[in-house]
């Protein structure tokens, strides 16, 4: 859940038929939002294309760091690290989900799983993954 207050003056306001008292705190599920039919197609899917510049996202569908104006600082800082995390383990790993084990997910601050996800690293042959004097090689010949 996030709550999008800030130490404003908040005016009354009708939202989707409701009205909104002045003051009144509003809290937001991006759980739902990111599901929600109405701003996403194949709302269950996993789609990571979804996110592709030329598929326009509703502005506010999308607020896994808050929307308007209070954010979080540490966005750009998660965003990369995530991308750095995938790209690092991905390349050497194979991920395989456990047979039977169910994912289920528990609502904290950030979205997490109740007893995490269990899966099994296959490492992948080796010539797919980049030795550390091909990574040095390459940021030598970058750099010149
Ligand atoms: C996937 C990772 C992360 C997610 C999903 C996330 C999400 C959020 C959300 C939803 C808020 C509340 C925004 C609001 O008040 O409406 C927030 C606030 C904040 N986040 Fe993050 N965050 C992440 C990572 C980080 C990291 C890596 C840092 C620091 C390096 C950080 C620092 C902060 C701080 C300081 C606030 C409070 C900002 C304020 O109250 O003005 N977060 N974050």
Redesign the pocket.
């Known amino acids: 859940m ?5 130490l404003l003056d908040v005016r009354a306001d009708d939202i989707g038929g409701y009205t909104i008292p002045a003051d009144s705190s509003v809290v937001i599920c ?1 759980y739902v939002t990111h599901r929600h039919p109405d701003f996403w197609q194949n709302a269950g899917d996993f789609d990571p294309d979804r996110f592709l510049p030329e598929r326009d996202v509703p502005h506010g569908a999308y ?6 104006q ?6 750009n ?3 990369m ?2 991308v750095l995390i995938c790209a690092m383990v991905l390349q050497r790993f194979r991920l395989e989900l456990v047979p039977g084990f169910r994912v289920e997910p528990k609502p904290c ?3 997490r799983t109740r007893q995490g996800v269990v899966m099994t690293l296959h490492p992948w042959p080796t010539s797919r993954v980049p030795s550390a004097s091909t990574e040095a090689a390459t940021t030598e010949g970058e750099a010149s």
């Open positions: 996030t709550d999008s207050s800030c991006p607020l896994p760091f808050g929307v308007g209070r954010l979080c600082i540490g966005s800082f998660a965003m690290e995530g601050i950030t979205l």
